[in-house]
């Protein structure tokens, strides 16, 4: 852009400003009313979604992670062992499995879950650890270890 006169030179503000507006805008193009056309106000709407959406991504994962350790803690119950004891006996036997892991194997493979707890429960039981965390008894069925291969655990860490 050519400017004939000063005050006009003044004026503009360059076109640095239509890019940032433009990128405010499209951020804001499915907004309601002014909140998509008027660019002081669309900058307020855009800052609040954004912030929005930086905690929902916290609360999404804070969520997923309330979610497995239910679906672990129901079925240690189911087997008689608490989450604890479950993540303390898979470590000492050198399990390294996740939370989302452990929760998938709860609930879509049942007979794989109740092998680790058992291998878990047995590695605790060579070792002599006692759990004194959880206070409360599971209330599940004890696991039978007669069809579990538990040669590999006699190894000491």
């Not at 499915?30 to 930086?54: D, E, K, P, Q, T």
């Not at 303390?88 to 049942?110: F, T």
């Not at 039978?144 to 006699?154: A, P, Q, R, V």
Request: hydrophobic share 40%; with cysteine; aromatic share 8%.
């Amino acid at each position: 852009m050519v400017f004939l006169s000063v005050v006009n030179f003044i004026r503009c503000r360059g076109p640095d400003e239509i890019w940032r507006k433009r990128k405010i805008f499209k951020i804001a193009s499915h907004f309601i009313g002014r909140r998509r056309n008027c660019y002081s106000v669309a900058v307020r709407n855009v800052h609040r979604a954004l912030v929005y959406g930086s905690k929902a991504r916290y609360l999404k994962k804070d969520d997923m992670k309330n979610l497995w350790d239910t679906r672990i803690t129901a079925a240690c119950e189911q087997h008689n062992i608490t989450a604890y004891t479950l993540r303390e006996g898979l470590d000492r036997a050198n399990i390294m499995l996740d939370r989302k892991s452990l929760s998938d194997l709860a609930s879509w493979e049942p007979r794989t879950f109740e092998s680790l707890a058992a291998v878990a429960k047995e590695k605790l039981r060579l070792d002599g650890f006692i759990d004194t965390t959880d206070k409360n008894e599971p209330t599940g069925r004890d696991l039978d270890l007669s069809n579990i291969f538990l040669n590999g655990l006699k190894e000491t860490k």
